[in-house]
């Protein structure tokens, strides 16, 4: 069975970065694309961006300064880092495998960007 | 980005009755479109891929249909499980974008 988890601190300061570590068991990485999903306070949704089976990447035009993904298949993990944070980027966290929609889902993380 | 407009944004209803979201999408995204289910502190579930087509395990009192700019999510005879937030979601463009959600109770 294909699962991920979500790892990393739940509170960051403001213009520090955010990082996160997405664990997959029962599927291999270098198969598939592989993203990171947030869901803000209120309930919207934002796709940031995927790692693919080959490690391309592609980001959602709002993050692309700011994002990036990167993996290591030697522990079938990816990752993500998030620059320059601010209270807006407040949200809960989420990997996910994807081929257009997302099959499978980690349970996410809290994030909370406070001083 | 493709806009997702989902209605209602909440919805109570009975057991056993039969409930109806729907999503319309700022362009045509030719039937690419999924549903999810998210319960409290859980992940997003899929429910629906393709428009229609009904993920693995997932009861069949729920069923996808539409096309073009209009999807709708529907459950037949409502199950005190179902009780949950639903949303759609496109993945005919990039980036993939979502519904703002619908918050089903039981009435």
């Known amino acids: 069975e294909v699962q991920l988890q979500e790892s990393g601190p739940g509170l960051v300061k403001p213009s520090q970065s955010l990082s996160l570590t997405c664990s997959v068991t029962g599927y291999s990485i270098t198969s598939n694309y592989w993203g990171w999903i947030r869901k803000f306070p209120g309930n919207k949704m934002e796709w940031m961006g995927y790692i693919s089976y080959s490690g391309s990447t592609s980001y959602n035009p709002s993050l692309k300064s700011r994002i990036s993904i990167t993996r290591d298949t030697s522990k079938n993990q990816f990752f993500l880092q998030l620059n320059s944070v601010t209270t807006e980027d407040t949200a809960t966290y989420y990997c996910?495998?994807?081929?257009?929609?997302?099959?499978?889902w980690g349970q996410g993380v809290m994030v909370t960007v406070s001083s | 980005d493709i806009q997702m407009t989902q209605s209602p944004a909440s919805l109570s209803a009975s057991l056993g009755e039969t409930v109806t979201i729907e999503c319309r999408a700022s362009e045509d995204i030719y039937s690419n479109l999924a549903w999810y289910q998210q319960k409290p502190g859980n992940s997003p579930q899929l429910l629906i891929y393709?428009?229609?087509s009904l993920a693995d395990g997932v009861p069949s009192r729920f069923s996808g249909s539409g096309s073009g700019t209009q999807y709708s999510l529907k459950i037949n005879s409502l199950q005190s499980e179902d009780v949950a937030s639903y949303f759609c979601q496109q993945y005919n463009n990039y980036p993939p974008t979502f519904g703002a959600g619908t918050k089903l109770e039981l009435k």
């Open positions: 393709d428009a229609n």
């Open positions: 996910a495998r994807l081929g257009g929609y997302f099959d499978y």
